[in-house]
């Protein structure tokens, strides 16, 4: 193997890695989420949170109308100067797509995992029967359809505007706290809400890439 050839098989792996890296955090993240979750819901407590306006307005990251409203700016915003090889309607897809598909799946998983909401039993694990309106995802928790909104929507952005990267993951992390602190969800559920609508985001981003590559 020529020195060129290892330095390029070198930083592929540190790019494999650092792709990985978050991912392996978020997974770590889940089985603490998991151990501390009766902790959490006793002891990290607002649950007036939404009492206020900046705590309403953390919920609404994870709030679906306010992204089709950002992917319609994003449509009209792009109307103006498309090219070809970036049509108007692309990145509103990417988002609105990216957010709608996340939250339909959070929805279908609240069916299937079937864990109330720790409000209901004072943090106690609770799982539903099936036979107890099979079809209902109210009062169910696992994952946070807010956090899996918030999540997929700061995923989208972060790559649509890197530079502003940090801000929108800022603002989804501080929505999945909300919903913690008002006891609407245990910490399991908003950290699980978090890589899923992560990870729905960033598949849709790479068939997108591939399809007009």
Same mark, same amino acid.
């Given at each position: ?62 709030? !679906?109308? %306010?992204? /089709?409203? $950002? #992917?319609? @700016? ?11 090889? +970036? ?5 509103? !897809?990417? %988002?609105? /797509?990216? $957010? #709608?598909? @996340? ?11 079937? +864990? ?98």
């Amino acid at each position: 193997m020529t020195a060129t050839s290892a330095a390029g098989a070198a930083s592929r792996g540190r790019d494999r890695l650092r792709r990985l890296a978050p991912w392996v955090i978020g997974i770590v993240l889940l089985v603490v989420g998991f151990a501390i979750d009766p902790w959490a819901y006793h002891h990290v407590v607002l649950r007036k949170v939404y009492d206020f306006d900046w705590g309403r307005a953390l919920r609404t990251m994870g709030y !679906w109308p %306010l992204w /089709a409203a $950002v #992917s319609l @700016a994003l449509w009209l915003h792009d109307r103006v100067g498309s090219t070809p090889s +970036r049509p108007p309607g692309r990145r509103a !897809w990417q %988002l609105i /797509a990216s $957010v #709608s598909i @996340a939250g339909i799946v959070a929805e279908l998983l609240k069916l299937l995992v079937r +864990r109330e909401r720790p409000s209901l039993h004072d943090g106690a694990n609770v799982f539903r029967a099936w036979s107890d309106r099979p079809l209902s995802s109210s009062g169910l928790g696992f994952p946070s359809s807010h956090a899996v909104e918030a999540f997929a929507a700061a995923t989208v952005l972060g790559q649509l505007f890197p530079e502003s990267r940090a801000l929108w993951w800022a603002l989804a992390v501080a929505c999945g706290l909300t919903r913690i602190m008002s006891g609407a969800h245990f910490t399991s559920d908003v950290v699980a809400g978090s890589l899923i609508g992560a990870l729905i985001a960033t598949i849709l981003a790479r068939s997108e890439r591939h399809a007009t590559a």
